[in-house]
């Protein structure tokens, strides 16, 4: 059974430009999750997305979105970026809530 | 609120001597606790977690944890350290019918030979 898959592994952009990540849950999980980890503030939950629908949302600006296509599969994306956005970038994936969370290796994205 | 606090955030044993990570969670409500595994470049593994059916947990790589409600504590040991369990350690929170954890800061675990 494959796990979660984050594409791509590593990212270099530029401040200013933007950035889309991409994260495909275990099959047959409806639930996909965002984390931000970084060394200063650790994980921080971005949000969550379940069946399509973004259920809960953390703490950071508008310039963080995502979305959840109908296979499951999600996206986030960052716009104008900024050079404090350089974080590990985190997937999760449950099958429904309160089920086990299953977690990727992570996106390493680096503003320059 | 949710909250978890690891105490020390750097913790180095021997190899063969006992594990000891610190976990303390606030929580207004019975919590969902966790604790996950992470090596360098590496996601999140999930070591054990607590869901009210044991106090005492058990979990993968000989790792166990003792959930306290009356110190609100949920330390995560291991008897024998080995080489191998060098990484970060993180205690985690969740709510009843969320998906969303809260994390600890981590711990990283040195094993020296």
């Known amino acids: 059974k494959a796990g979660v898959t984050q594409t791509p592994r590593y990212l270099i952009k530029t401040r200013g430009q933007q950035v889309t990540l991409s994260c495909s849950p275990i099959?047959?999980?409806?639930?996909v999750s965002w984390y931000q980890q970084t060394p200063g503030q650790g994980l921080q939950f971005l949000f969550e997305y379940f069946s399509e629908t973004q259920r809960n949302k953390g703490n950071f600006p508008g310039r963080f979105s995502g979305r959840q296509f109908s296979n499951s599969r999600s996206e986030m994306n960052v716009s104008t970026l900024e050079l404090g956005d350089s974080a590990l970038y985190l997937c999760?994936?449950?099958?429904?809530?309160?089920?086990?969370?299953?977690f990727g290796q992570g996106t390493r994205l680096t503003v320059v | 609120a949710q909250s978890v606090t690891q105490l020390g955030s750097h913790v180095s044993v021997s190899e063969g001597a006992l594990v000891l990570l610190r976990c303390n969670y606030s929580s207004s409500v019975p919590p969902y606790l966790f604790w996950y595994v992470q090596y360098p470049n590496q996601g999140l593994q999930l070591l054990l977690k607590?869901?009210?059916?044991?106090?005492l947990v058990k979990g993968i790589n000989g790792f166990e944890a003792e959930f306290k409600k009356s110190e609100t504590s949920f330390h995560l040991t291991k008897p024998s350290a080995h080489m191998s369990d060098a990484a970060e350690y993180f205690c985690a929170v969740r709510r009843n019918n969320f998906n969303k954890f809260y994390f600890g800061s981590g711990t990283k675990l040195n094993v020296k030979p």
């Open positions: 099959s047959g999980h409806r639930s």
């Open positions: 999760a994936s449950n099958r429904d809530t309160n089920t086990e969370a299953f």
């Open positions: 607590y869901t009210s059916a044991a106090t």
